[in-house]
């Protein structure tokens, strides 16, 4: 079994729609949770960044996390097409490794 | 703030000459660099790490003398391809991490290299 699991999609929404994309994970060390959005030939862009369960939300974006699940999600409202890109979730215990998903493409339609 | 810059962002060479990748932190001192190594349409592959004023510690199946990583200061690392070969062709990608602790690594925008 993977330590991160990201269903690499594709996935497609007409603008204006909510996107929802997750990752699972089975290293219970876990403590640091990231998302990622990558354009193509570019480095990733740090979207979210947060280390307790819950929710955080920062304008169109929202990061959830469910520790005792071992589950995270992103959600982005409100859709537009620059947000077409690739989304790397990443997952850290606190020393200086990253694990990554797969990453999901994301397109939205105009 | 916290961005990295990553230059240069495409290079063609031909087989068997060094190349070299500057990776800096402009706004913000990093202590932990890392570099990335990229295939189409998959994650990102630790290489190695990076700290600064010390030796880079290389993750396994990466050739330390191939990838010569070198840290001299808080805002730069650089990563040497030497002797370079078709199958080093990648997308590489450099990281920083500001300060020490659990802060998240922020990502230059990568090296397309190819190898003739």
């Known amino acids: 079994q993977k330590e991160v699991e990201q269903d690499p999609g594709p996935l497609s929404v007409p603008e204006g729609a909510i996107v929802s994309l997750n990752c699972t994970y089975s290293?219970?060390?876990?403590?640091?949770f990231m998302w990622y959005r990558q354009y193509s030939r570019k480095g990733p862009e740090l979207l979210m960044y947060t280390y307790s369960s819950g929710n955080k939300e920062d304008g169109r974006f929202t990061a959830q996390v469910d520790k005792s699940s071992k589950y995270i999600s992103l959600f982005i409202r409100d859709s537009q097409p620059s947000d077409s890109a690739t989304y790397l979730c990443a997952m850290s215990p606190g020393n200086n490794r990253l694990a990554f998903g797969k990453g999901n493409q994301v397109v939205v339609i105009p | 703030g916290a961005v990295v810059s990553q230059h240069p962002s495409w290079v063609i060479c031909k087989s068997g000459t060094s190349v070299k990748i500057e990776c800096r932190s402009l706004d913000f001192q990093a202590t932990t660099m890392f570099w990335y190594r990229q295939f189409p349409k998959q994650s990102l592959m630790l290489m190695a790490t990076s700290n600064e004023g010390s030796k880079a510690t290389y993750e396994q199946g990466v050739e330390k003398d191939k990838f010569l990583i070198n840290h001299a200061s808080l805002t730069l690392s650089t990563l040497t391809v030497t002797s370079a070969h078709p199958e080093d062709s990648s997308f590489y990608i450099c990281?920083?991490?500001?300060?020490?602790?659990?802060?998240?690594?922020?990502f230059g925008d990568g090296t397309r290299l190819s190898i003739l």
């Open positions: 290293n219970s060390a876990f403590q640091y």
């Open positions: 990281s920083a991490r500001e300060g020490r602790g659990n802060q998240p690594q922020h």
